[in-house]
């Protein structure tokens, strides 16, 4: 793979070093790779778990995988997590985290899981009690719609609680998708309670709210970035995590891999790294990068050895229904066990065996496969929609290499 920055200097990958170099070596293919999984298994170290509170939503997100649009995905319902489950939850953190782990995370998810509040308050209360020698971190996956003066006060009081809530950009483009139940935009409530919240405890507001955003396309980038960091509200606290839409691939929607489209967009968030602005763009281009700047150098192998997450799980995720996966993006056949029956040893290698003859279908002969992010979670899709985000993926790949060696010029003085 050959990749050219704007500065007209050339650089090859070779797969089988992991390395770049400054000499352009045409005859840099990836040689055969055959994989093989780890037949270690190891479900003792589990250190973050998702717990679906509810499927009941007070929003109906245009975007939602849960719409009853998708294929494979639940639909929003009454559904929420019982008492019972919630106490099996707690017997399963117990026997599954060591207990020399220094934190446990928990993130109660929804629909929305602040109208579960009540048994939010029951499980921290009956956790914490059950397991003393353990130290918890808490946070709840909220839309904004229901913060007010009684969630602050409640926050006060729970010193290892946050809310992660979800902003889309400013009132277009946030109200394009995300409506309520009678087809309403939400971001004036989200953005009226932000501001009451910060006004009735700003210290509170400032450690204890973190941020996410779904953007139907990278274009909306530039625009996001404008808004937040002109924004009283958001400017102090970027978004952890930026996701981009599920498609709808049975209504036709595409991945997108057209280069130019990422590189106008990767182009403004180089400028704004170079000119030293710490902001949204800044973020995304170092994430972009992220696995170049943390590859390993070993010499690839004609046969290499892989373990997945389920192998050895650091994370699940816990359904309302008492269902465990290894994380909430996995769609609803990929169930790895239950609060009742614990992990199921024959259905996490079942999983692992698909994903073992995908991998060695389409990453073998891949120039990519050394740095590529696709996961176990790619089986949602069938064969013609995991290409899409194959190509997806190598295009942003392929730009990720070009912008890690303009930071490296730039870094190092090299301007033309």
Known sequence: MIVQTRHNRFYSYCPSSNRLKTKIDEDNDCAHVQYELSSTYDFSHIGMYTIEMTQQCNLRCRYCCYSGDYANRRHHNSSEISFDNLQKSIDFIDKHTPHDTPAIYVSFYGG???????????????????????????????????????????????????????????????????????????????F??????????????????????????????????????????????????????IPNFDKGDQISHEENKFKLVYDECMNHYCNGLEDILSDELLNLVKPLKHRNYQELKDKRLISTCLNEPNSCFISSR????????????FSIGSLTSDIDLRLCKNINQQYLNRKNHYCSNCWAQRLCRRCVTGLNFNEEQFNQYCLNEKMQLKLAMQYYCEMLEFEHGINN
């Open 322 to 333: 008492g269902d465990i996966y290894v994380c909430e993006r996995m769609c609803s056949q």
């Open 112 to 190: 929305e899981a602040l109208l579960c509040r009540n048994k939010i308050e029951w499980f921290i209360r009956k956790l914490e009690r059950s397991c003393p020698d353990k130290t918890f971190e808490f946070a709840i996956s909220t839309n904004g719609l229901l913060i007010n003066d009684e969630v602050v006060e409640w926050l006060s009081r729970v010193s290892n609680l946050f809310l992660t809530i979800t902003v889309d950009g400013d009132r277009i483009m946030h109200d394009n998708n995300r409506v309520t139940i009678s087809g309403n935009g939400s971001f004036d409530i989200i």
């Open 192 to 245: 009226r309670n932000l501001d009451n919240f910060r006004a009735q405890n700003p210290e509170l507001y400032k450690n204890r709210v973190r941020f996410i955003s779904t953007l139907k396309s990278i274009s909306d980038l530039i625009r996001l970035n404008d808004f937040w960091m002109s924004n009283d509200l958001l400017r102090d606290n970027r978004p952890q995590h930026i996701s981009s839409i």
